[in-house]
């Protein structure tokens, strides 16, 4: 469970005494207005000498702490860079509130008080500052402890809380909402994080499945695992195939969601994840180098059951169903050779040319079992392919899909949680680069446009609903640490999957 609360108050951060305040600046503002006017008088001039001398100026990523010394009751002070104000966007805070909340926990500070920016980015109302702010809080605090012998896995020290103090009644009232859909949204990612950290030999097909029945136990989310019998008796041969090298047998997730207000008989929308526990190619290995983070290949599933628990936890008034194939990826004296033809869920065979892309074949079954729920709309998302990590970087997911509205409505999503999209194009083309000799398509599509060819193997089998599929490839796994995205497993596409449910049922 998350030790730190972050709770939104009526009253003003002037006066009000805590071991630390966060102030906000704009970039190259020397006119201090509000309450940084009121700190600034209170501490004879201080802020304003630090921007004079330039040891501060307000730059986006930009900390200055100062010790108050009793000009004021709050201990210290934080000042926190904004950057433009022209330029002005919610990360800015989420960038914000991740470095003060390090900083509080660098200065042993257990609770810390702030307030709103003086102004909020272009469209945004309290409720979404609030929620930027939490977000980051929550997020920037993020440590993954569980395994330092060190102090029996907690953290040296804790940061506890963070009261967002809110001066009149309207404002606090959409701060407050802000601060609820924050911290879910936070802890749904740093949930997924955790997930993706644990090491596969911890983090098997069936500790997923354990975690999938604790969600159900605390939310009430009605769960179905299909064990691998089931799984036969269906004929998801994709799944199988994959799952065939490895001694953890394969699973396959079903959460639904039904929030209040959904009507009888309501369309879902799905949310498909690739769970793959562990990914060392099959028998087509993978090189060894960076094959530790292949722990990680279970992303998409993580991001799924975060979202399903904190969609139920939201009280989110959707119909929403998780579906997660679940399987580890082992070269075993059983497994999946090239070559080698599964028939899937579809009744469509597959040649497994390469069995190193086994992430569409479990999500062919995935999808081919989405379409029986008569879905709203589809989603999946997936560490897919390296050609994605090559054509998009570190910083956008990669967006592929038939349905031209739910592909927009996870732009305007994506920019507003900061876990952007990049559209690519599935386009029917690249087809003729998955054809077979002997069965109805193979899983790789050679050399050049790698995410695309991914693509368009799973639209055939994501049919009959709008679809859209996410490369999380790109984001997964940071190389280092930024204000509020830690070093390793980043879980980036939680937020925006959550920022599409709220948009569209809030
Ligand atoms: N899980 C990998 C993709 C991946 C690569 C995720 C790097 C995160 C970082 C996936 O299963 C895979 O191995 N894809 C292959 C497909 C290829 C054989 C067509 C790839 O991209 O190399
Ligand atoms: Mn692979
Ligand atoms: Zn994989």
Request: include cysteine; charged fraction near 25%.
């Given at each position: 469970m998350n030790k730190l609360q972050v709770e939104a108050k009526l009253g003003r951060v002037e006066g009000q005494s805590s071991d630390m305040v966060v102030l906000f600046l704009f970039e190259g503002e020397t006119t201090l207005k509000h309450e940084a006017a009121w700190f600034d008088k209170a501490l004879h001039g201080a802020i304003i000498d630090t921007i004079r001398t330039g040891e501060?100026?307000?730059?986006?990523g930009d900390v200055l702490p100062m010790h108050a010394q009793g000009k004021v009751p709050a201990k210290r002070v934080l000042l926190i860079g904004l950057g433009k104000r022209r330029e002005f966007k919610l990360d800015a805070l989420r960038q914000g509130m991740g470095h003060a909340v390090k900083r509080a926990r660098q200065a042993k500070v257990s609770g810390f008080i702030g307030t709103l920016p003086p102004v909020f980015p272009k469209g945004c109302t309290a409720v979404d500052v609030g929620q930027a702010m939490t977000e980051g809080t929550v997020l920037g605090n993020y440590q993954f402890t569980?395994?330092?012998?060190d102090g029996n896995g907690?953290?040296?020290?804790?940061?506890t809380q963070f009261t967002l103090l809110v001066p009149d009644k309207v404002r606090l009232k959409q701060a407050a909402e802000g601060v609820r859909r924050g911290t879910a949204t936070g802890e749904a990612a740093v949930f997924a994080r955790d997930l993706c950290n644990h090491p596969s030999n911890v983090m098997t097909p069936s500790r997923i499945a354990d975690e999938a029945k604790a969600i159900a136990k605390e939310t009430g989310v009605s769960l179905k695992i299909l064990e691998k019998k089931e799984i036969e008796e269906l004929g998801m041969g994709a799944l199988l195939g994959v799952a065939r090298g490895s001694h953890e047998p394969p699973k396959f997730i079903i959460l639904d969601y039904k929030g209040p207000k959904t009507a009888k008989g309501s369309k879902p929308t799905v949310f498909v994840g690739k769970t793959i526990t562990f990914d060392t190619g099959g028998i087509s290995l993978k090189p060894s180098e960076n094959m530790e983070q292949m722990k990680a290949d279970m992303t998409g599933g993580a991001e799924v059951l975060a979202s399903v628990r904190a969609a139920a936890r939201l009280k989110l008034p959707m119909h929403l169903v998780g579906i997660l194939p679940v399987a580890e990826n082992m070269p075993g004296g059983r497994a999946m050779k090239p070559g080698d033809i599964v028939k899937t869920l579809s009744g469509k065979t597959v040649e497994v040319q390469n069995t190193d892309a086994e992430g569409r074949l479990i999500l062919a079954d995935g999808l081919a079992y989405a379409a029986r729920l008569d879905p709203a709309a589809v989603i999946d998302i997936a560490t897919l392919t390296g050609a994605c990590v090559v054509a998009l970087g570190q910083f956008a997911i990669g967006m592929l899909g038939t349905s031209d509205a739910l592909k927009r409505r996870l732009q305007a999503a994506g920019q507003k949680a900061g876990e952007r999209v990049w559209e690519m194009p599935l386009w029917d083309e690249y087809f003729e680069q998955l054809r077979s000799d002997v069965a109805d398509m193979r899983n790789i599509g050679g050399r050049g446009g790698g995410m695309i060819t991914a693509a368009v193997f799973l639209s055939k089998f994501a049919e009959g609903y709008p679809w859209v599929h996410l490369d999380i490839a790109s984001t997964d796994w940071s190389e280092r640490e930024r204000a509020y995205i830690p070093k390793?497993?980043?879980?980036?596409g939680t937020r925006l999957l959550l920022q599409y449910l709220i948009d569209h049922s809030l």
């Amino acid at each position: 469970m998350n030790k730190l609360q972050v709770e939104a108050k009526l009253g003003r951060v002037e006066g009000q005494s805590s071991d630390m305040v966060v102030l906000f600046l704009f970039e190259g503002e020397t006119t201090l207005k509000h309450e940084a006017a009121w700190f600034d008088k209170a501490l004879h001039g201080a802020i304003i000498d630090t921007i004079r001398t330039g040891e501060f100026d307000g730059k986006a990523g930009d900390v200055l702490p100062m010790h108050a010394q009793g000009k004021v009751p709050a201990k210290r002070v934080l000042l926190i860079g904004l950057g433009k104000r022209r330029e002005f966007k919610l990360d800015a805070l989420r960038q914000g509130m991740g470095h003060a909340v390090k900083r509080a926990r660098q200065a042993k500070v257990s609770g810390f008080i702030g307030t709103l920016p003086p102004v909020f980015p272009k469209g945004c109302t309290a409720v979404d500052v609030g929620q930027a702010m939490t977000e980051g809080t929550v997020l920037g605090n993020y440590q993954f402890t569980a395994y330092r012998s060190d102090g029996n896995g907690t953290p040296r020290h804790e940061v506890t809380q963070f009261t967002l103090l809110v001066p009149d009644k309207v404002r606090l009232k959409q701060a407050a909402e802000g601060v609820r859909r924050g911290t879910a949204t936070g802890e749904a990612a740093v949930f997924a994080r955790d997930l993706c950290n644990h090491p596969s030999n911890v983090m098997t097909p069936s500790r997923i499945a354990d975690e999938a029945k604790a969600i159900a136990k605390e939310t009430g989310v009605s769960l179905k695992i299909l064990e691998k019998k089931e799984i036969e008796e269906l004929g998801m041969g994709a799944l199988l195939g994959v799952a065939r090298g490895s001694h953890e047998p394969p699973k396959f997730i079903i959460l639904d969601y039904k929030g209040p207000k959904t009507a009888k008989g309501s369309k879902p929308t799905v949310f498909v994840g690739k769970t793959i526990t562990f990914d060392t190619g099959g028998i087509s290995l993978k090189p060894s180098e960076n094959m530790e983070q292949m722990k990680a290949d279970m992303t998409g599933g993580a991001e799924v059951l975060a979202s399903v628990r904190a969609a139920a936890r939201l009280k989110l008034p959707m119909h929403l169903v998780g579906i997660l194939p679940v399987a580890e990826n082992m070269p075993g004296g059983r497994a999946m050779k090239p070559g080698d033809i599964v028939k899937t869920l579809s009744g469509k065979t597959v040649e497994v040319q390469n069995t190193d892309a086994e992430g569409r074949l479990i999500l062919a079954d995935g999808l081919a079992y989405a379409a029986r729920l008569d879905p709203a709309a589809v989603i999946d998302i997936a560490t897919l392919t390296g050609a994605c990590v090559v054509a998009l970087g570190q910083f956008a997911i990669g967006m592929l899909g038939t349905s031209d509205a739910l592909k927009r409505r996870l732009q305007a999503a994506g920019q507003k949680a900061g876990e952007r999209v990049w559209e690519m194009p599935l386009w029917d083309e690249y087809f003729e680069q998955l054809r077979s000799d002997v069965a109805d398509m193979r899983n790789i599509g050679g050399r050049g446009g790698g995410m695309i060819t991914a693509a368009v193997f799973l639209s055939k089998f994501a049919e009959g609903y709008p679809w859209v599929h996410l490369d999380i490839a790109s984001t997964d796994w940071s190389e280092r640490e930024r204000a509020y995205i830690p070093k390793g497993p980043t879980a980036i596409g939680t937020r925006l999957l959550l920022q599409y449910l709220i948009d569209h049922s809030l």
